[in-house]
């Protein structure tokens, strides 16, 4: 969705708030009308003139006040649900990454388009917004009284404003580049957190604390310093239009007592002329400066908010026949890790793959459970290559054991059960299954029990066994295992890979331990070697 | 923190100093509007393009020194991040180990980008506005003075009314900001677990349980802001009431004021202008110190999160013979029940001892308590005959090198993930990636989002070439084949115990042939822990291990 699209699916809001920001353009205007009637004053002969001159500058001087409340009130609302959509918009995008798409970035760089970038949308889009109709309504309204008064004055105006844009013109390229570099310089800076605060208690242990500071000021250094050029830039380019508009302000004046001199204007014209010009300079500027920190904000909206663009699959993922592997390699950059491999696996079949560390076994994990797709050679699964299934039709049918385990801040059931209904019976097999049962029972809340980020509160066999657990009650056909033994004992061990042998599904598993017990009970056993190979 | 609030004060001081300089140029400049008036209403027009000469060379003058300004602020915005940002990882680096924790992290991160980032906004340029606005007013003052003290005098009592008014009304706007805080909070570690989860949340097509709930969390978060945004406007809009009277009663006085006292229209001009100067910094006064009072508190934040007390830990050591568990019940801080019970280990220097046990059986515990990350809930640890939780954490910690279940991969090159940006011979960090069968990686090679771009068994050893790096006494491992091959794994032992240091070895995987090499075997076992001699006894109970 474009910001176009975005501000006219909310007509109504935005409605609202452009009347709110245009009500803001009388409020210069009014306070002009108040101070001359002030001046008014001294040209009125009796109490009676007095006292409506009073009456005049109260009006005009307490009505923006309403205005501006009301202004705000009106415009907040729209601010509001524009951020929650762009929020939304920009959470979105990330979330329709594949799997590979998304690891092509570090997680920082997501951390930070979500809660930085955001920020500075927030901070720019809606001031320079309000500034820009405020600024260009005023001076529009400024210089329509002006023709009346003037018109040598008011074409003078428009030259000048003329000259005010151009300059805003030419800072506009370098102004845009220095605000995409602050991102890319925040987005670094959340790198280097991660560093030190993921890493705190290795930094400790190894007492490396000054040597981590280093690298952090560095980071700290670069990111201040080019915040501190983006701010030059911008102020330098408002000092310039602040000097070009109040000289002209200055030889106006001038030119406006020349007339005076010339007994061509009264004297109340005189500061009318003064005070407005005054009002229009200064708007003009601040419309100008915002004109490029609206268009900064603009690009970080686009950038945050577009789509990631998935190539389209059309088939039904299907396994009842065979899944080939045709000739598939595999590259990371210039490293061959898998080169012409050639199996197939048929439905139920329970296959084993093994080789040395590096040799590429959860590579070619990844490729078969659709994570990687940018592999040479063809994978069918029945009639389709795997490339052209689509991949929600594909996840229904297929499960995924990871060596990393992740559980949410949620109790023991919902990292098991996630969105699916709950079933207790089932759910007890499951934890039987996986030997995690007995562990239960013991917790004082049960399967309710409450696990930190990441299982902090439990030991790595625990993770291990539940992400299993995860697998095993959502029952897919197909199973895709990743070191299901690595922080297990023997025992338990065992115990699980019984349980994975004894599963009614397809089971293609990688493992590097218990090989010649495995090596028995698996109808298929499929061995890597290190390629290591630079191409 | 919060004596840092103003950042870095010589630059603060040299922004003041500038400030000044150049609002007595402008200053200046509106004493010469008074005098061109003048002389414009005596027709004399000679004197009058003498004086807007003058005054467009003052104009010059003020771009000049406002680059100048530009400049400097930049340089006080910029050294003063600087040092509050490295002031923070200083404290935060500053905390024990004993101190530390995980579920912090997301709020150092909060504090870190988020927090800091409010608080430049709405503090430090806030604190060079009103240094402006206060240099304004006073030349205002003194323009106003020129013409009547009584003025002067009325200028100053509408000040003291400000910033009186000021205080009075900001109070729920603070309320309001420290929960829009807390929602933003909620929001990134939200995030946080959502990106940690990518892959789990794919796979089970959590999308849509995960947005809705991103969702809610990010309305709160615009919620929240909405009613610190309607409380402000009111707060604001009374101000400006009040504000608007004073300045307009004002203005109308003063005028009447000079009509009877009869003063020139230049001085009535000038009159004008300067309570103009004086109505501008008065109104943005107030909106500037409630902003400034909101944002105050997220420093008293930072102290809060940073603050722990003092733990005094004065003993130093360089070396020691042995290490001594004496009936410790050990656990976690937050469950009443201990993992292990009357722990009695006893380890001296040179030794290879091997914990083995099931999974779950609270291994991990013993090298945790070692390491120091949890206190034992009785009993006693000793080094020689001190206690651990006595000696200087640098001295302590030198003595141990860490090989980790888990293990923490760092955003940069393999050469720094071992050395750990400490200053250390390439071909010592090539020699120990030899040694765990690492010689085939590039060094320079950068590794991103915790080590997802190695392997399992890579990064595994990866962390054993880190600590064989370091001249530590002790080589603690925890579970470092687990991910490892066979024959590696074996190698890796073999190796290890080879080495001229104290070995813990944590693990469930053992090697049979290689188990006469440990000196001292423990088992742990139905929650505690047990010397054993029988090398049978540990044998039996690893029945699926290659032999």
Known sequence: MTLNQLLRKNKKQLTLYLIGAFMTTISGLFFTLALSNAFGIIEEADFAGIWRRIALVLLFAFTPILTQMLSRFLRIGFMRDILIQVRTLAYEKIMSHTYESFRKNPKEHYMSMLVSDINLFEKDFFLSFLNIIYSFGSFILGVTILTFISPIIAVATLFVSVILFAVTKLFEPVARKTKQQTQEANADYNVQLTNILNGMEVIKLYHVEENFKKPFENIVFALENIKKRAFRIDEFQSNLNHWIAGTFQMIIYIYATYLYIQDMVTLTSLILVFNLIGQLVWSMISGFNFINRFKTSIDIFNRITQPQVNPQAVNKMSFREVLKVKNLTFSYGDHRILQDLNFSVKPKDKVLIIGPSGAGKTTLLNCLAQNLSTYQGEIIVDSHELRTIQTESFLKSCGYIRQQHFLFNDSIKNNVILASPFNKEKFDKVMKDVDLYDWITTLQAKEDHILEQDGLNISGGQRQRLSIARELYHDREVLFVDEPSASLDDQTAQHIYDTLLNLDKTLICVSHRHLDYLSKHFDTKIELETLGVAI | ?547
Not at chain 2, 100 to 111: A, D, G, H, P, V
Not at chain 2, 355 to 365: D, E, F, P, Q, R
Not at chain 2, 446 to 472: F, I, T
Not at chain 2, 536 to 546: A, F, G, K, N, P
């Open chain 2, 1 to 547: 923190m919060r004596k840092l609030k103003l950042g870095n004060i010589p630059w603060l001081i040299v922004n003041v100093i500038h400030t000044i300089f150049f609002v007595s140029l402008s200053g200046w400049n509106i004493y010469l509007l008074k005098v061109i008036t003048d002389y414009g209403l005596a027709r004399e027009m000679d004197k009058v393009l003498q004086t807007a000469q003058l005054m467009l060379a003052i104009m010059l003058g003020s771009l000049i020194l406002d680059s100048i300004g530009t400049l400097l602020k930049s340089k006080y915005l910029e050294t003063s991040l600087k040092q509050l940002k490295n002031h923070y990882i200083h404290q935060l680096m500053e905390q024990d180990i004993t101190q530390l924790q995980k579920e912090q992290c997301n709020i150092y991160r909060s504090n870190l980008t988020n927090d800091f980032d409010r608080f430049e906004e709405k503090f430090l340029f806030n604190v060079l506005e009103i240094i402006h606005m206060a240099s304004r007013f006073l030349m205002s003052v003194v323009i106003v003075a020129t013409v009547s003290l009584y003025l002067v005098a009325v200028a100053f009592a509408m000040l003291v009314i400000f910033v009186f008014i000021t205080g009075k009304t900001n109070k729920p706007v603070q309320k309001s900001e420290a929960k829009k805080s807390k929602s933003l909070q909620e929001y990134t570690d939200f995030v946080n677990e959502t990106l940690n989860g990518f892959e789990i949340i794919k796979q089970h097509q959590l999308q849509n349980l995960r947005f809705d709930a991103f969702v809610s969390k990010a309305t709160k978060v615009q919620k929240d802001n909405y009613t610190v945004d309607k409380q402000s406007t009111k707060v604001d809009a009374l101000n400006n009431f009040i504000q608007t009277s004073i300045i307009f009663t004002l203005i109308v006085s003063g005028i009447l004021f000079a009509r009877s006292a009869e003063a020139s229209l230049g001085s009535l001009i000038m009159v004008a202008t300067s309570f103009g100067n004086v109505m501008w910094p008065l109104q943005r006064f107030t909106p500037v110190i409630t902003q400034m009072k909101g944002i105050i508190n997220v420093l008293d934040e930072f102290d809060k999160n940073l603050n722990r007390p003092f733990i005094d830990r004065h003993i130093r050591v360089n070396d020691f013979q042995s290490l001594l568990f004496e009936h410790c019940d050990l656990g976690y801080e937050d469950d009443p029940q201990p993992i292990l019970q009357s722990v009695n280990l006893d380890i001296n220097k040179s030794e290879k001892v091997l914990i083995v046990g099931h999974s779950g059986a609270g291994k991990s515990t013993v090298l945790k308590t070692i390491r120091q990350s949890i206190l034992p809930k009785n009993g006693l640890v000793r080094l020689d005959q001190t206690n651990i939780f006595d000696i200087v954490p640098i001295d302590y910690y030198s003595l141990f090198a860490t090989v980790d279940q888990i293990g923490f991969i760092f955003n940069g090159t393999i050469l720094d993930n071992v050395t750990m940006y400490q200053p250390m011979d390439e071909q010592k960090v090539r020699d120990a990636l030899n040694q765990v069968g690492l010689s085939d990686l590039d060094i320079h090679e950068p590794l991103r989002n915790n080590g997802a771009n190695v392997s399992g068994g890579q990064r595994a050893r990866l962390m054993l070439a880190r600590a064989l790096c370091l001249n530590s006494e002790v080589i603690l491992c925890d579970e470092i084949f687990s991910s490892l091959e066979q024959s590696i794994a074996r190698s890796i032992e073999r190796d290890i115990l080879n080495l001229n240091k104290t070995i813990i070895n944590v693990s469930h995987i053992i090697f049979k042939n290689q188990l006469p090499l440990y000196d001292k075997i423990y088992i742990v076992d139905q929650g505690t822990i047990r010397l054993t001699s029988d090398i049978q006894e540990v044998w039996s109970r690893m029945i699926l291990t290659d032999v």
